[in-house]
Nanobody
Framework: QVQLVESGGGSVQAGGSLRLSCAAS????????MAWFRQALRQEREGVAA??????WYDDSVKGRFTISQDNAKNTVYLQMNSLKPEDTAMYYC???????????????????WGQGTQVTVSS
């Protein structure tokens, strides 16, 4: 079992930056795929970024702007978001998935554990 708690969301103007954090307990993050998903109002949940043993995956919409990283000593995953756009507005969720069942790392179906989410609002 993995428990995940996100933090760091907030309101920012377009062009600004935020850093989201996802603190884990119950198991070590280094043994899981870790990912960030987001869900805008009336939209489906979409994968933003994922990380596992140093490999990373990004959705095309955030490449070059967002960076996922992991601090194993703190058992925490981060999402650094730069050059934010209004279309980045969404609830952001952290997720953990097991390696032996993993398919495409940005598919929500691959993840078993989810945090409660943190809201990001970008104004123009």
């Amino acid at each position: 079992q993995v428990q995940l708690v996100e933090s760091g969301g907030g309101s920012v103007q377009a062009g600004g930056s935020l850093r989201l954090s996802c603190a884990a307990s119950g198991d070590t993050l280094s043994s899981h795929y870790m990912a960030w998903f987001r869900q805008a109002l009336r939209q489906e949940r979409e994968g933003v970024a994922a990380i596992y043993t140093g490999s990373t995956w990004y959705d095309d919409s955030v490449k070059g702007r967002f960076t996922i990283s992991q601090d194993n000593a703190k058992n925490t995953v981060y999402l650094q978001m730069n050059s934010l756009k209004p279309e980045d507005t969404a609830m952001y969720y952290c997720a953990a998935g097991t390696p032996w069942t993993m398919g495409w790392p940005l598919s929500s179906r691959m993840y078993d554990y989810w945090g409660q989410g943190t809201q990001v609002t970008v104004s123009s």
